[in-house]
């Protein structure tokens, strides 16, 4: 008797020591199991952090500038409908108010060449909203007039590019809300005192291209003309040039009457003159 309660003491604390060593060994694995889920939590993050869309108001902020100007101009196909008057105000009022402007605001409508316009303008200290219906007719027999509605939202902020930004992102939600299809411009501007040297107008536009991870596409860097343009995958928008993606554009011109040189950085591309 004696000898099997012994043999059963040592089988017990047999078991009492596998048993702990096996808690051991749960934790020791808990805790490299943790350890891995952090540093993959960190890579994530980390990888997050270097994918993350460039800043392009880091980018295109300069020293040399005195001051800056950000534009948003925008043109959605509203349809093939026929507006009457007040119809064509509740469309341009509504879009005003979700872009947080106003009463009071200045409302007028012209006949054009093609057809007829509604403009909602309203200019505050440091910003200028314009938005408009254009309607384009044509005629498709004797008695069958066809009228195409479009939409444009521009606007321009003084000395604020982030503002330009965060308006373009507003302007693209409205449209999305709207249903709409709708090409949308980002400008940004600042002006150099003087006519700058081509070293420099380079320099600006290198470290632009650059800082936005981009790769140029085409460019011609003359005294009377510099235009770039560049692409980034970093940046969701673009637009097909000849074959090729482009979502950076950079232009730099002398202004002779003011005596500035007026650098210009658009995504995805400037649609203007300058």
Request: hydrophobic residues 35%; negative net charge.
């Amino acid at each position: 008797m004696l000898c099997i309660k012994k043999t059963a003491m040592v089988n017990n604390n047999r078991k009492h020591i596998v048993q702990e060593g096996m808690k051991d060994m749960r934790k020791k694995l808990l805790y490299i199991c943790g350890v891995l889920w952090l540093f993959a939590l960190f890579q994530m993050v980390k990888n997050y952090e270097e994918e993350k869309e460039p800043d392009i108001i880091t980018a295109f902020t300069s020293d040399m500038f005195l001051d800056t100007v950000s534009q948003v101009k925008s043109t959605a196909f509203y349809g093939n409908v026929y507006l009457e008057e007040e119809d064509r105000e509740k469309v341009i009022k509504e879009i005003a108010s979700k872009l947080g402007i106003e009463e009071p605001y200045e409302i007028t409508t012209e006949e054009t060449d093609t057809g007829k316009k509604t403009v909602l303008e309203k200019n505050a200290s440091s910003v200028t909203t314009v938005i408009s219906l254009v309607t384009v007719e044509s005629q498709v027999s004797k008695i069958i007039m066809s009228q195409k509605q479009y939409i444009t939202v521009d606007m321009e902020i003084s000395n604020s590019l982030e503002s330009g930004v965060y308006y373009r992102d507003i302007i693209e939600s409205i449209y999305e809300d709207m249903d709409l299809s709708a090409d949308v411009y980002l400008y940004l501007k600042g002006n150099i005192n003087g006519d700058i040297s081509s070293s420099e107008k380079n320099s600006i536009a290198d470290h632009i291209i650059e800082s936005l991870n981009g790769d140029i596409v085409t460019e011609r860097r003359s005294s009377d003309l510099f235009n770039v343009y560049a692409y980034s995958e970093n940046i969701e928008d673009y637009v097909v040039y000849g074959s090729t993606k482009t979502n950076i554009n950079i232009v730099i011109s002398y202004n002779d009457i003011t005596g500035m040189t007026e650098v210009y950085m658009a995504t995805p591309i400037m649609n203007d003159d300058y």
